[in-house]
């Protein structure tokens, strides 16, 4: 029962996020993704946005493009994973740090988990200054290697 209210949570943020976020400009569409080299970080996104069933949102590119890069699913509790290695990375979203802290007052036990994201956060290249759609084509492997992230 409370993962489900924290599924329900995740779905809410997400919705929030999108509404906010309605006027953010992504210079891709998904069939240019579609079309991008394999293993770059573009086609990686629409391949598991593909294989997911996920819809894609261009406003929420960023944030998708970041479950790639780092590794994490875009599911329970990835999601909690992924805020927490932002927060350990140094990038500071009130709505996301608020949803973090509701999540884990609900589910107590991922807490030793989002302290090792948090740790691998910390010692990672800080994201916040990586525009990511300037690397949409690079090679996956390689991105995650010269910001420290594998």
């Not at 996020?17 to 086609?43: A, H, I, V």
């Not at 090792?116 to 995650?144: M, P, V």
Request: aromatic share 10%.
């Amino acid at each position: 029962m409370r993962w489900k209210l924290v599924n329900w949570l995740t779905v809410k943020a997400t919705d929030l996020s999108d509404f906010l976020l309605r006027k953010r400009k992504w210079n891709y569409s998904l069939q240019d993704y579609q079309n991008m080299p394999e293993n770059s970080l573009g086609k990686s996104l629409s391949d598991y946005m593909e294989k997911h069933s996920i819809p894609f949102k261009s406003n929420l590119v960023r944030h998708d493009l970041k479950h790639i890069v780092l590794g994490y699913e875009m599911d329970m509790p990835d999601e909690l994973r992924i805020h927490s290695f932002l927060l350990g990375n140094r990038c500071y979203n009130p709505m996301a740090i608020a949803y973090l802290l509701i999540c884990v007052m609900i589910v107590p036990e991922v807490i030793p988990t989002l302290k090792k994201d948090f740790k691998r956060g910390r010692r990672a290249k800080c994201l916040r200054n990586i525009n990511l759609e300037n690397f949409i084509k690079e090679d996956l492997t390689k991105c995650q290697k010269v910001w420290g992230l594998v």
